[in-house]
């Protein structure tokens, strides 16, 4: 075999193994001066990250560059992070600082930039029961356009738990609010957009 | 919302969350571009671990004209020339993205006394952790951090623009005492504004000021001799509420809040203490 066929599986090899690593040997290499080992938490953690991003900033391309500058000041600060700590809280904290800190620059007026799926979208999803698949089917719109009627920060807090599905404590972290605050808020939340949506006329087909 | 029979759905309880869960999943977002590559050459372009906030979008000069410039505006500043150029002095703070706080630099300390321990350090009326939480104009944290235990005093200040929230932290064997205060540390926090400084941070010619990060954010780390702690109004004047001496001070914004650990530990042991920060709960408040 030639040098730079081995140097290629070894590169390869360095790189299935890091796939099946926990996030605290990443981290712990990246701390050792391991720059692919980042790369794959960046990897790992991109789509979320990239997520929450877009729903702060209702930009694609500002979401990106929020999403790049939060990885990047992460590996600035991943000397101090302590291995016993869940990581994607941390991180997501920090690109939620960045997000906002990107829409502060544009002045934009924070909207939810999701639309809703096609009912027939959320009926193959195999997951929840029957019945809240029917209702989901049934009412995408009617739920999304009830939700966008809320004020933003109920927007952010039901969107972030049930459509990212972020924990308790990855949504107080984005939010830099408490965990029970979060309790709280999404408990509201949730009150006023079963008022909004039973306030909703509509029509019933004739048979 | 009705089904197709006409009768009413039930969106209470769980059906609600199902059914937002199950619209989540198939909701569409923006194809996730590969961030790697870019982030791979950010970290290539500007490898120094601490830096001042640069954003390439804002400034049109290559990276080490930016280095420069700074490099510059520090050695300005610690030559006392921001005390004769008013307008740089806080176009120093601006340049380094932080809001709500000018830098002045002295020649010389004025004639102040030191507060007493335990008594007015000035900072505003004593009140309870539940009062300063609804005080407070923003989300009020406070550091996990073991070193610390609990605040001994908690004070407000109410501001023409803002409150300022600081929580006094006793002396120990993990936290030692301040040669101005007496105290272990002072951890004081504010919501800064894009006016002019509600803060002014007043440092001998010779104090050290480098940037560091807290959670990504960029920060200052202020040492050496001396400095002064001063209130400013909105207007540009500088008040005379109180005077205070600190030693070393480490200086963040996130989030459009201002912070500033007053203490005499390290510098690493004061970064880990203010990236223990969380936001503080009280029964009863949102």
Known sequence: ?207 | MRDHGGRPLDLQGAALEDALRAIGHRVEYPPVPDLWPAIEHQLQVEPLADRPRLRPRELSWPAFSRVMVTAVLIVLVMVGALVLIPGLRQAVAERFGLTGVTLQFWEEAPNVPVSPVGGALGLGQPVSLAEAVDAADFPLQAPSSLELGSPMEILVTYGQSNRMVSLVYPASDRLPASRYSGVGALLTQFRGTTERGLIDKGMLVDSAVTTTTVNGELAFWIDGAAHYFMYIDPAGDVQAVDYRLAGKVLLWEADGITYRLESELTREAALAIAESLQPVAVEGTD
């Open chain 1, 1 to 207: 075999m030639h040098a730079s066929s081995n140097s290629d599986a070894r590169c390869e090899l360095r790189k299935a193994s890091r796939l099946n690593e926990p996030d605290a040997a990443l981290i712990a290499r990246t701390q050792h001066g391991d720059q692919q080992a980042f790369a794959e938490l960046v990897r790992r953690y991109q789509t979320v990250s990239f997520r929450v991003a877009y729903i702060i900033t209702g930009s694609a391309e500002e979401a990106e560059d929020a999403a790049q500058e939060g990885f990047v000041r992460a590996y600035r600060s991943i000397d101090r992070f302590r291995l016993e700590l869940p990581f994607r809280p941390w991180l997501l904290r920090i690109v939620a600082n960045a997000a906002r800190t990107q829409r502060g620059r544009t002045a934009r007026h924070p909207a939810l930039p999701l639309s809703e799926p096609s009912p027939a979208q959320v009926v193959t999803d195999g997951s929840g029961s029957p019945e809240a698949l029917a209702i989901a089917a049934e009412s995408a719109a009617e739920l999304m356009t009830a939700l966008k009627m809320l004020r933003w920060e109920d927007q952010q807090v039901i969107t972030l738990r049930y459509f990212i599905e972020l924990s308790e404590a990855e949504t107080a972290a984005v939010l830099g609010c408490a965990r029970g605050t979060v309790k709280s808020r999404l408990s509201r939340a949730l009150g006023r957009l079963r008022s909004i949506v039973a306030a909703a006329p509509r029509e019933v087909p004739h048979a």
